[in-house]
């Protein structure tokens, strides 16, 4: 690209420019690797999205990886860095899909959320497919604590990967998007959150399909945490998991 052979810029680090944070993209490399230990990827379309603040370029980027490839084989030399602003591109042989847009809108809606972690977990899609929820009910004691916010359960069919306009009226209420016929979008203030968000709520999807099973197995109801609770809960999560520790 003519605008990277600006005056100073020399390409180093087996194919990386200077100023390619490398702590960014060893991290979205080591989180795809986690997921996927977890089965939490199934094709080429989930992804991981890290805002940060480029000196070199004085903006706001976006690093993720591009179209083709899943996170599960994901290294450097797949991630692109994208303009914040103008979305253009940076770093990279190619653009990520176009789900980028919805990572990239939530974070220009959200200034604390540096981080988002897209999945599309079997069990959260097969759970919404049946159970057909508006409104999340939990099982545990810990979930809400780590979500932040209610999830935002989108009505079906509606996919903010091809339009973004739903996110400008849910992203400030919730850590969590929900896509019922589709997966799990999470945020957060760096990715470590935003990864312990998507592995917590599809965890308790996991847990609420195990406890309806055995409901239907035993003719026991299932006991759901109280909606004071669960206000509790999001209220207390930032207290309880960090100790006050982060700002």
């Not at 980027?61 to 083709?68: A, D, L, N, S």
Request: neutral net charge.
């Amino acid at each position: 690209m003519p605008e990277l052979k600006r005056a100073g810029f020399e390409p180093s680090r087996a194919g990386l420019p200077a100023w390619f944070d490398l702590a960014i993209g060893n991290s979205i490399v080591q989180y795809g690797q986690r997921l996927a230990a977890r089965q939490l990827l199934v094709n080429t379309l989930g992804n991981i999205a890290v805002r940060s603040r480029c000196a070199y370029w004085q903006r706001e980027v976006i690093y993720t990886k591009h179209r083709g490839i899943s996170l599960e084989e994901c290294g450097l030399e797949h991630l692109s860095v994208l303009d914040m602003q103008s979305d253009g591109l940076l770093h990279g042989r190619l653009r990520p899909s176009q789900g980028h847009q919805m990572h990239r809108e939530i974070m220009r809606c959200r200034a604390d959320v540096n981080a988002t972690v897209h999945l599309h977990p079997n069990d959260v899609i097969a759970f919404f497919a049946v159970m057909q929820w508006r409104e999340m009910a939990y099982v545990s004691n810990d979930t809400a604590l780590v979500m932040g916010k209610p999830p935002s359960i989108l009505d079906a069919g509606i996919n903010v990967e091809l339009d973004i306009s739903a996110i400008g009226r849910c992203a400030s209420d919730t850590n969590c998007i929900v896509m019922p016929s589709h997966g799990i979008t999470c945020f957060g203030r760096d990715l470590s959150e935003a990864f312990h968000r998507a592995v917590a709520f599809t965890a308790e999807i996991s847990r609420l399909i195990t406890s309806h099973c055995l409901s239907a197995a035993t003719g026991k109801s299932v006991v759901y945490a109280s909606h004071e609770e669960v206000r509790q809960m999001y209220a207390l999560g930032e207290q309880v998991i960090y100790g006050g520790m982060r700002k």
